[in-house]
């Protein structure tokens, strides 16, 4: 479904700050499934899921979404057949815009838009049921600007319009970080519920060693830009959080001191 085949990007190169990011990569996803992704500050998690969704161009190799190739295509593009959450509850909507505005523009992601692009009454009710879904009741807020809203709740409406039209590949990145500890445990299971009801394949990138081995089918960690770990099926369901500790501090070295509290 996913094929990223060694794939290498590099920042300010030939100059005295370049900073390899990531080095020969390669990683394939199967339909269906749900991937956490860990790893220190640095390693290399934000910069892969930029690459797959076009923010970042790659140095070389090539990456696949359901057999097209999308290396060189933009990232406007892409976000026909991906779908992204972003870290900063504030980047996947338009705060001016009212919760009604903001779901029309993600239905009609990847088509034409002309002038008339005001929803109906067969639309409304569509994204009155879909906010249902969230128990936020948001559904009764649809003229609200969406600047009004917690960032629990827009970050929950910025999951349910990435998926409003089901993408081929969604990409969670650290998308409950920038949330208190309480509304982050609402956020994950909500998207852990979206992906196992919509069938979705998902990649997750999460500080969180715990949030990674509870959610999804597979676990991949990295390091300076490759993977060094991947577990999936009965494997992962026995890991534990001092396993992964460990594994990393061995694969990490001195830098382990410092990735353990990053990782906690």
């Known amino acids: 479904m996913l094929v990223v085949q060694n794939i290498a990007k590099t920042f300010n190169p030939g100059t005295v700050n370049e900073k390899p990011a990531l080095s020969n990569l390669s990683l394939e996803l199967k339909e269906g499934d749900y991937v956490t992704v860990i790893g220190g500050n640095g390693s290399g998690k934000s910069t892969l899921l930029n690459c797959i969704a076009g923010v970042y161009e790659v140095d070389q190799g090539s990456i696949f979404v359901d057999q097209a190739d999308l290396t060189r295509c933009s990232e406007h593009k892409r976000a026909r057949v991906l779908g992204r959450v972003f870290q900063d509850p504030m980047a996947g909507t338009t705060a001016t815009m009212s919760i009604e505005e903001n779901l029309a523009l993600a239905a009609r992601r990847g088509t034409r838009r002309g002038l008339a692009w005001g929803t109906g009454f067969k639309e409304r009710k569509r994204f009155k049921e879909a906010l249902k879904v969230l128990g936020l009741g948001l559904e009764q807020r649809l003229s609200t600007p969406v600047g009004l809203l917690s960032g629990g709740e827009r970050q929950a409406l910025t999951l349910l319009m990435a998926t ?101």
């Open 164 to 264: 409003l039209k089901k993408p081929k590949l969604l990409l969670l990145d650290e998308h409950t970080s920038a949330l208190d500890p309480k509304t982050a445990v609402k956020v994950l299971a909500l998207s852990d519920a979206v992906i196992r009801e919509n069938g979705l394949t998902a990649l997750m990138v999460t500080h969180n060693m715990r949030d990674a081995i509870n959610y999804g089918n597979r676990l991949i960690m990295m390091h300076e830009g490759s993977i060094v770990l991947d577990i999936k099926g009965e494997a992962k369901r026995k890991l534990t959080v001092e396993y992964l500790f460990n594994r990393f501090g061995e694969i990490s070295g001195e830098e382990f001191a410092h990735g353990r509290a990053l990782l906690a």
